[in-house]
């Protein structure tokens, strides 16, 4: 079993986002390090990029301190491999598909493999097109995590049958943000999900406060959050460590 589904044994599963490199690796190694020590059961480590399509504007934000820092993938690839030592819980890049196919694509995943990444999640791959990229993911063993968004609809059935690692609802139609209500019919998303797979999955996308982690995790087997931590990072900079632990851990007391 791969590790990030077993990361959804032990209940309800509570994944945090950071942008690598904002504002600076060495804090978002100690982000990473005070997630992972304060419950996140999951990381999704984010590789800066120019144009993240998905990305709200704090996210995007965030993208542009890490490229104006300096943080290249070669970089987020030599954090990684030191923060392996410490931390034990899977992790995830949440990245897209010029970057991987810029860096080669078979170069890429199997850096994964060497630094101990569980998985990838490319938010600009079409369903139909992630033939590009899942041989060689099979081949290094990393879960290449699909979405399924309010507008997957007919192919939600699909998705869900060749899933792996976890599969990732997109909340809200839109870009990543937080929102004061989201109000998708992700009951039945869900639903169809459970009918075609085993394979857990979490939603994300405008989730912030402890009260909306617990009504998507109550929905589903966890719940996501990148744009609130982002916002904590942004505000306290290179204090964020402390501050990102503590939103972390009332995050994961909520949906426990």
Not at 54 to 75: F, M
Not at 140 to 145: K, P, T
Not at 245 to 252: D, F, H, L, T
């Amino acid at each position: 079993m791969s590790s990030i589904k077993k990361a959804f044994e032990n209940g309800k599963a509570f994944i945090a986002f950071v942008t690598c490199g904002d504002p600076d690796l060495e804090t978002t190694k100690k982000i990473v390090k005070a997630a992972a020590e304060n419950g996140a059961d999951i990381i999704e480590l984010g590789i800066p990029f120019s144009d993240p399509t998905a990305e709200g504007p704090v996210i995007q934000g965030a993208n542009l301190r890490a490229l104006s820092a300096g943080t290249t993938t070669d970089k987020v690839f030599d954090l990684v491999n030191e923060l392996k030592e410490d931390v034990k819980i899977p992790l995830v890049f949440m990245t897209y598909a010029n970057v991987v196919f810029s860096y080669g694509t078979e170069r890429f995943i199997r850096k994964c493999k060497e630094t101990d990444i569980a998985g990838i999640i490319i938010p600009d791959l079409p369903f139909e097109e992630k033939e590009e990229f899942l041989p060689v993911c099979h081949e290094y063993e990393i879960d290449l995590v699909s979405l399924i968004a309010p507008t997957s609809e007919n192919r939600i059935a699909m998705i869900a049958k060749e899933a792996e690692g976890f599969i990732y609802i997109v909340s809200s139609l839109g870009v990543t943000g937080v929102r004061s209500e989201i109000n998708t019919d992700l009951n039945s998303i869900v639903k169809m999900v459970r009918e075609n797979t085993d394979v857990p999955c979490a939603i994300g996308f405008g989730i912030s406060t402890p009260e909306q982690a617990k009504k998507m995790a109550d929905i589903s087997d966890g719940a996501i959050v990148g744009s609130a931590i982002v916002k904590l990072i942004a505000q306290y900079g290179k204090d964020a460590p402390s501050h990102v632990g503590e939103y972390v851990k009332s995050m994961k007391d909520a949906i426990r």
